[in-house]
Structure formats: structure tokens, C-alpha cells
């Protein structure tokens, strides 16, 4: 499996905004992702240089574009609203536990909590080598696509 296609074909984030590279699982409620943090990623200039750490922000993206991920399965399963994009309207409890550092590999999970269409409320977690680095609650609005 072309695992960019299957990304594209679900979310519009492209590079250099992408942070997932892939997708390990998929259930009905759940899906877990993997995204590599390369060694010469250019944010470790000028975030921590002399002790380069993966910004917290950017790891809670990883988990929101995985959500978005899952919730456009869902739609698509349960034949939902055609045409709409998950948007990221709600983080609540965010917590970041350790460190997370170049070469890394990050391990994310995201299920829904619950859903009423078209919001979506979700709980991701980020993990490296087994332990959990992020444990974030979030919600997300379906909205239709709008032409510019």
C-alpha cells in the first residue's frame, strides 16, 4: 500500500504540514499512525539547537491530522456528509509527559469518545519506544468545503 495516496486520499494536509507518514491500523473507532522525526528537520535550528526537541504543538498536529484521518473513515463507512473536512475546533487536556527527540519515531492513537454529527470528540496519545510522550483530548466540526 502507497501509504501517501491513502493520506491524500483522506485529509488535505500535504508537505511540508503533513505528520503522519503512516497508517499501522484502522478500526471502527480507533486508528494508530506512525510519523518519523527526521534528524535535519529544519524547526531543530531554532527550536532548542543546541538540545533539539520536537515542538509539543507539532506533536499534538500528528495527533489531530490522525483524528481527521479516522473521522473521514468513519464518514466514508457510514456514508456521512460527502464532501466535508474534519476542522479542529476544541483541545482540551493536553498533557506532554517526555521528550521527543530527532530520529525518533512517534507512535500515535486516536479514538472517538463520541460523535454527533458533524462534531467529533476524540483522545490521542503519542508514544515513543512504548511510552506515552502526549495524551491530548480534542474535538472536531465536519464542515463543508468551500471554493475560493
Known amino acids: ?16 504540514f503533513l505528520w503522519v507518514d503512516r497508517i499501522i491500523s ?12 527526521p534528524l535535519d528537520l529544519d524547526i531543530f535550528a531554532g527550536h532548542y539547537p543546541d538540545y533539539p526537541i520536537m515542538p509539543g504543538v507539532l506533536l499534538c498536529e ?3 491530522q490522525s483524528g481527521a484521518l ?6 466514508n463507512r ?19 509527559r517526555r521528550e521527543v527527540r530527532p530520529g525518533d519515531i512517534i507512535r500515535v492513537q486516536v479514538e472517538v469518545t463520541e460523535a454527533i454529527w458533524p462534531a467529533c470528540f476524540l483522545q490521542g496519545r503519542v ?10 483530548d480534542f474535538a472536531c466540526m465536519v464542515t463543508e468545503r468551500k471554493e475560493r
Request: net charge neutral; hydrophobic share 45%; proline share 6%.
Open 1 to 16: 500500500m502507497d501509504y501517501k495516496d491513502d493520506i491524500y486520499a483522506r485529509i488535505p494536509h500535504r508537505p511540508p
Open 78 to 96: 457510514e456514508q456521512k456528509t460527502r464532501g466535508g473536512i474534519p476542522v479542529l475546533t476544541r483541545i482540551r487536556e493536553a498533557k506532554f
Open 26 to 37: 484502522l478500526a471502527a473507532d480507533l486508528i494508530e499512525t506512525e510519523k518519523d522525526i
Open 62 to 64: 500528528s495527533v489531530f
Open 70 to 75: 479516522l473521522i473521514m473513515e468513519i464518514m
Open 127 to 136: 508514544f515513543v519506544a512504548g511510552k506515552e510522550v502526549v495524551k491530548v
